[in-house]
């Protein structure tokens, strides 16, 4: 059978037949028939509005690449860094590669003193990390002239280290503004996860980073690298379009990902299960959310139709961790909400399973982490992903500024009337 569609107009009879590839027709076919012919798709359900190498997912077999690689053989045995190199660059780093990519990333981690003393210092003390940290990215971008360069492959390499260097010093100055406490400066001597956490916690000369703890946080960097086209992503590459900055488009992207139904559900998911309580308000709590009041957070995903594999990965983990720091109590409910939901025919028709947001704020809780920062621990790594996009939409020659059409359904036209016979 051809790998074609024939779309008819019935209106007027006409007809267009298109090649279908990898799953996906032109839709620039409609405009054969009829030049002012839209497709209705709120919310981008049924379009594909770019082609990309870089990330590929199967939401019903619940499958995850970078670049080709399983997830799962990327979260055991690589690397934040070397995963980060991959994304960027296609292709695993050789051992020499790694080491100048990794020297390069640890030397960039500096921001500059104004980034604290006048900008951070700004902040109302009650300020959210995650509004801090879409600010400061944005801010960050003014202290690089060259940012604007984008079209110099150099200058863009440049802005690229840049802010994955920068990022978890921007996301720890945040946290440290709000609890009150002196900023702890880049360690050059540590790994990118291990010099995170330092930045976060460290407090008096005693503090020594835990190696499990650091290779959990790396995982969870590894976890939340990419996502293909996500509402984030694509917030970033709707920003790139106009040819803006990256540190601009960066912060488009994570101010997309704060809403609590992508980035921030994972604080939602810690305060759904503290407003859960015990194991015995379960039951009720999911026969609540089908009843219609609100949704079970971490639950669900609008590809995934499937357990979503980084939620795999993360529940397992969640057990290494514990045993350095003790079981989070909210595990035993997180257990029997999934156990109870996954067996439940609400969820099962609408296949709705735990997604990476579900097991990840314990981790994160059991870490050290207050659950406001939750969010700007999604988007550390997931500057490494949209800064991957952002280049390969700016080398896509069929990529053009984005800019969708509407259906009208307002007014027809009228005229205007003076205020006093309204
Ligand atoms: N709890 C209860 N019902 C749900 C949930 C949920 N978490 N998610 C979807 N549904 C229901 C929804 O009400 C609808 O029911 P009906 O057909 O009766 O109207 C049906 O399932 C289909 O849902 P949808 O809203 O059409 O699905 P979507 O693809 O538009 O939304 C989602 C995807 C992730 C926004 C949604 O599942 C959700 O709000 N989940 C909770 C928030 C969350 O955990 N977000 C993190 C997503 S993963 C990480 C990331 O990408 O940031």
Redesign the pocket.
């Known amino acids: 059978m051809a790998d074609t569609i024939t779309l008819i107009d019935d209106r007027t009879g006409k007809t267009v037949t298109v090649a279908i590839n990898d799953g996906v027709f032109n839709s620039s076919a409609l405009r054969e028939l009829d030049p002012d012919l839209r497709m209705y798709d709120p919310?981008f359900?049924s379009t594909a509005a770019c082609s990309s190498s870089i990330t590929y997912l199967d939401g019903e077999a619940g499958i995850l690449r970078y670049r080709g690689y399983p997830i799962e053989q990327l979260a055991e045995k690589s690397t934040f860094l070397e995963v980060a190199y991959l994304l960027l660059n296609g292709e695993l780093p050789t051992a020499d590669e790694l080491d100048e990519w990794a020297f390069d990333v640890t030397h960039h981690t500096f921001i500059h003193e104004n980034m604290r003393k006048r900008f951070v210092d700004g902040f109302h003390y009650d300020a959210h990390p995650m509004g801090m940290f879409v600010s400061s990215v944005a801010a960050l971008g003014t202290f690089y002239p060259d940012a604007k360069d984008i079209f110099n492959k150099q200058s863009l390499d440049r802005q690229t280290l840049r802010l994955i260097a920068k990022v978890p010093t921007l996301a720890a100055m945040a946290y440290r503004f709000s609890m009150g406490l002196p900023f702890v400066y880049p360690d050059n001597s540590l790994s990118y996860s291990e010099n995170f956490l330092n930045m976060m916690f460290k407090v008096g000369d005693d503090y020594k980073v835990d190696p499990v703890l650091a290779r959990a946080m790396d995982l969870l960097f590894i976890l939340h690298a990419d996502?293909e086209q996500?509402?984030?992503t694509t917030a970033m590459r709707v920003v790139a379009s106009s040819q803006s900055d990256p540190y601009s488009a960066a912060a488009g992207a994570a101010s997309a990902?704060y809403g609590?139904?992508?980035?921030?559900?994972?604080e939602?998911?810690l305060h759904m299960l503290r407003e859960i309580g015990t194991l015995e308000n379960v039951p009720a709590f999911v026969q609540s959310?089908?009843d219609g009041n609100?949704?079970?957070?971490?639950?669900?995903?609008?590809?995934?139709k499937n357990y979503?594999p980084r939620a795999t990965i993360i529940k397992k983990a969640a057990y290494e961790v514990f045993e350095v720091t003790g079981k989070n109590p909210l595990l035993d409910i997180a257990l029997k909400l999934e156990q109870t939901a996954v067996e439940d025919e609400?969820?099962i028709s609408?296949k709705?399973y735990p997604?990476?947001?579900?097991y990840s704020g314990l981790i994160y809780e059991a870490l050290g982490f207050p659950a406001e920062m939750f969010t700007v621990l999604?988007a550390i790594p997931r500057t490494v992903g949209w800064l991957t996009h952002y280049a390969e939409l700016l080398s896509d020659k069929e990529q053009k500024i984005s800019r969708p059409r509407q259906r009208y359904t307002g007014a027809s036209e009228r005229n205007y009337t003076k205020i006093e016979a309204r």
Do not use: E, I, S, T
């Open positions: 919310a359900l996502h996500n509402c984030g990902l609590p139904l992508h980035g921030g559900a994972n939602a998911v959310v089908k609100g949704k079970l957070m971490g639950f669900g995903h609008r590809v995934y979503d609400y969820f609408r709705l997604n990476v947001d579900f999604f």
